[in-house]
């Protein structure tokens, strides 16, 4: 290959499609078909988008643990059926009131590996005890429940996570490369190393027949605990104290009144005008949303090209996209109260988050993104309940003095992006959607509303649609699938990378979405993600 060539190494020498899911009794979009199973089954049996979200919520935990669970942290949107504005339910990130910045003192090398912060020493923000932010996921996943859920038990909600997390995690290539790419320091911890390890090696799939499954610790009882104690417990109960005693025995600072005080907050969800034509409903604040609103803007006045994007679109896409990242990343962040300056940080790249959609037969949209942070947080699994901890820390810049440091009780940026869409005139698709990926996130995002609501793409075109990311102002990088015209124009534009879409390196966020237009409902999940799935109802 000539030296020139920007090609790139290709490491898929196939052509893969997702189906698309569609019907009139609900559908749930996940990144692992067996939660959003979970999910529809409890469409079917009468459960509304929250009941069914909040059972894919924990049935992912068992299933895709390296990306989400009990010890992480996220954002929900909800729209419950004939709304016109949706609802907020913020667990997002927040550090423990013990949170001191001199426990993470500086090394004076850069970590350039994941990102342009300064080294912590022993990555102590990166893994281990010191890098857990509270985990309030199954408050964020209690509030649904509570606030908009049928009243179904939560036992029967949990139910299908329990039956997973009992049978254990599926033991086949893709748990391969997940695991083999954290072994390293899944090793150092004595938990994550017995369940995630055997042997001391990644578990590997039989060369022939079916795959087994992997047992995952205490999960199931922590599960079968929280379905009869209530979920409460788990911040004020016997899983509480549990929690509590195997953080401190490791060295770390999350402490019981930090989970006693762990609550989901719900809040209206703000707006974004998307033309004349419709709404967006962000989850606001120190998410990707206030970017996604200054690249919305500006591309108000971008002509659209008949029939789908062309060379110019993206382009301006590029430009557009690079400059709202610089403004981002000088502008936002929030150490407690306020907003100020992250100064020259760069957000986390290697994140491994995930996102879950669903309709119900009523029209309700849910539209769920959380996270671990990294691809298995912390490594760090809870010996007495299983629960594999966030490393939330990790979204903080750790430069004393920095606009968004390391602190006590502190909220940092973070990339998650869920959104639901309404008509503005009351006619049109009704649309959830949202991407796990880290800063990788907003661009899809960006994209698949763009496909869907600019250019009416069907959901199966939208979603296979090669795309472009920008995830800061340095550069650009382009799916090696989009034509040579469009790769052109980019490089005109800007610093440009030509990349695979593949399982890894992954180079895109993953999104998935449903759309809703005069009762037929339609979703579909990102071709790259192996296990992803969109389930209708019935």
């Known amino acids: 290959m000539p030296a020139h060539d920007s090609t790139p190494y290709r490491t898929q020498n196939w052509t893969v499609t997702k189906p698309v899911a569609s019907g009139r009794d609900g559908i749930v979009v996940a990144q692992n078909r067996e939660a959003a199973e979970a999910g529809a089954a409890i469409l079917a049996a009468g459960g509304n988008a929250a009941d069914a979200a909040f059972a894919t919520a924990f049935a992912l935990a068992a299933v895709e643990p390296w990306n989400s669970g009990l010890g992480g942290i996220g954002f929900a949107l909800v729209l419950p059926a004939g709304a016109t504005r949706a609802t907020v339910v913020d667990f997002g ?53 509570e606030a908009f859920g049928t009243g179904r038990p939560v036992a029967d909600l949990l139910a299908p996570a329990l039956a997973l997390a009992r049978r254990g995690l599926a ?79 490791l060295g770390g600072i999350v402490d019981r009144e930090d989970l ?68 981002r990343l000088a502008g936002l962040g929030a150490a407690g109260s306020g907003e100020a300056g992250l100064g020259t940080a760069l957000e986390p790249g290697d994140t491994c988050t995930t996102h879950l959609t669903v309709v119900d037969r009523d029209g309700m949209l849910v539209s769920v993104t959380t996270t671990l942070l990294s691809s298995m947080g912390s490594r760090v699994v809870l010996p007495k309940t299983g629960v594999l901890m966030n490393n939330g820390v990790m979204w903080f810049d750790p430069r004393p003095g ?53 250019f009416g793409m069907e959901a199966g075109a939208a979603a296979h649609s090669p795309r472009i990311d920008v995830s800061g102002p340095e550069g650009t990088s382009a799916d090696a699938r989009l034509p040579q015209e469009v790769r ?27 759309r809703l237009e005069s009762g037929e409902a339609t979703g579909c999940s990102d071709v790259a993600s192996p296990w992803s799935a969109a389930v209708a109802a019935g």
Not at 127 to 132: A, E, I, K, V
Not at 185 to 202: K, M, N, W
Not at 417 to 446: D, H, Q
Request: net charge neutral; hydrophobic share 45%; glycine share 8%.
């Open 93 to 145: 990130p927040v550090s423990s009131r013990n949170t001191r910045a001199a426990d993470y003192p500086l090394t004076g090398r850069e970590k350039r590996d994941l990102f342009t912060w300064p080294e912590v020493e022993g990555d102590r923000n990166v893994h281990g005890p010191l890098s857990f932010c509270i985990p309030s996921a199954v408050a964020g996943y209690a509030a649904l429940h």
């Open 171 to 249: 033991q086949d290539w893709y748990t391969t490369l997940k695991i083999a790419s954290s072994a390293s320091v899944l090793r150092l911890y004595e938990e994550s190393a017995r369940i995630y390890l055997p042997g001391g090696l990644p578990p590997v799939p039989p060369y022939q027949g079916t795959p087994g499954f992997l047992p995952l610790g205490r999960l199931a009882e922590t599960l079968e605990r929280l379905a009869d104690g209530g979920l409460r417990d788990f911040y004020e109960g016997g899983i509480a104290r549990d929690l509590a005693a195997d953080i401190a025995a």
């Open 260 to 327: 006693a005080r762990c609550r989901a907050v719900l809040r209206d969800a703000p707006t974004i005008a998307w033309r004349d034509d419709h709404l967006v409903h962000t989850a606001g604040g120190l998410t990707a949303a206030p970017t996604l609103a200054d690249v919305v803007a500006g591309m108000a006045d971008v002509a659209l090209p008949r029939p789908g994007p062309d060379a110019a679109w993206f382009s301006a896409l590029s430009t557009v996209m690079r400059d709202a990242y610089a403004r």
């Open 402 to 454: 920095s606009a968004n440091p390391i602190a006590a009780g502190a909220r940092p940026l973070c990339n998650m992006c869920p959104v639901i869409v309404t008509p503005r005139t009351g006619e049109g698709p009704r649309l959830a959607a949202g991407a796990s990926g880290g800063r990788r996130i907003l661009a899809s995002v960006y994209q698949t509303l763009a496909f869907l609501l600019d």
């Open 488 to 514: 052109d124009a980019l490089a005109a534009a800007g610093p440009l990378t030509v990349v695979e879409h593949g399982v890894l390196p992954i180079n895109f966020a993953c999104p998935n979405f449903v």
